[in-house]
């Protein structure tokens, strides 16, 4: 039997959970778009679309600005920050994860 030994790591909390805000630019109402990772759908937005369709392209944009950095800690390669506890990628905080080895 092999030895596991547990290793830690940083990882921006945004892997974690992301809120941001979108303005229509139809309606010019503004909407919520949420990520939360211990979800099975993880993302989702308070436009009607996305109520509908369970898509929308607040969403996708918010996808495309959701910090990401650290996400590869979670599979085992390790990432530390400059800085201990903030993000170097958008400067906002760190989480530490645990990963087998």
């Known amino acids: 039997m ?5 290793h830690t790591a940083e990882s921006c909390e945004q892997n974690e959970y992301f ?19 211990q979800l099975k759908h993880p993302w989702e937005c308070d436009c009607p679309g996305f109520k509908y369709r369970k898509r929308c392209k607040h969403v996708t ?16 390669y390790p990432s530390t920050p400059k800085i201990p506890g903030v993000c170097p990628d958008c400067s906002g905080p760190t989480t530490v994860i645990k990963y087998a080895v």
Do not use: L
């Not at 809120?19 to 939360?36: I, L």
């Open 19 to 37: 809120t941001t805000k979108f303005r229509s630019e139809t309606t010019g109402e503004t909407y919520q778009v949420r990520y939360d990772a």
């Open 2 to 6: 092999s030895d596991v030994s547990i």
């Open 61 to 76: 944009e918010a996808k495309q600005v959701r910090c990401t950095w650290g996400v590869e800690a979670a599979v085992g």
